[in-house]
Structure formats: structure tokens, C-alpha cells
């Protein structure tokens, strides 16, 4: 029997990738990631949204690259969130749908964040 070793940094998203986080801290590991993340930052998020996720007390550099959508439909979002995917020069994108995604949404926006080789991280809501 084989095993693999532990990758060098446990906390390393895997590149090409739509990763999900959940629960009370997902938008600090969020900005956690946007910090370890090269390139532009995108983070989209309803315009509905009650608050704009920590932009006074973002890391070191996070400021400069990053770059806040406010869609006005979950259309909207989805759309947005596959087109930033799909933009090569894009190193995170962060988006906040209102409801969890369907399978089909979420195969798509992986099979996207492929070919742009990009990362993407959904924050799902609680309940």
C-alpha cells in the first residue's frame, strides 16, 4: 500500500479549482486565502448584502487587488462569478451566493475555473 505525502502547505487551495467554505469564519478564510493568493482578487457578493465583507481591516496588499462585485440577481452573480472563472490573469475569485448551488451550476463553474485556471471559492451561507 501507497500513501501520498501531506502536502507542503495544509492550507493551500488546490489550483483549477471551485472550493466551497461554510460556517462562522469562511469570510476570514476568505481573506486568509485572498492574502496567500497572487494576482487580481475578485469578490462577488448580492447587492442585497447587508455589509461589505471587512474593507477596512483587509491584509497587507489584499486592498490594492481587490475588486468588489454587487450583482443585483443570483443570475447576475452566477454569470459574473463563471466570467471572472474564466479570466486567466484572475488568481482568486470569492463569491457569496444567496442559496447553494445546483450540481449542474456546479460542475459548470468547476469546468470553467479549468480552462481559465483560475480559483474560485463559493462561501455558502448557514441554514
Known amino acids: 500500500m501507497r500513501f501520498d505525502p501531506a502536502p ?37 457578493q448580492p447587492r442585497h448584502a447587508p455589509e461589505i465583507p471587512m474593507l477596512r481591516g483587509l491584509p497587507r496588499g489584499v486592498g490594492e487587488r481587490l475588486h ?10 452566477l454569470w459574473c462569478l463563471e466570467e471572472t472563472l ?25 469546468l470553467t475555473a479549468e480552462i481559465g485556471r483560475t480559483t474560485g471559492l463559493l462561501l455558502i451561507r448557514q441554514g
Do not use: C, M, N, Y
Open 68 to 77: 468588489l462585485l454587487r450583482p443585483t440577481s443570483e443570475t447576475d452573480l
Open 86 to 110: 474564466r479570466a486567466a490573469p484572475i488568481g482568486l475569485v470569492i463569491a457569496e451566493p444567496d442559496k447553494p448551488l445546483s450540481l449542474t451550476a456546479g460542475r459548470r463553474l468547476q
Open 8 to 44: 507542503a502547505d495544509p492550507f493551500a487551495l488546490a489550483g483549477r479549482r471551485v472550493h466551497e467554505a461554510e460556517g462562522r469564519g469562511r469570510r476570514a478564510f476568505a481573506l486568509f486565502q485572498a492574502a496567500r493568493h497572487q494576482g487580481p482578487l475578485v469578490w462577488i
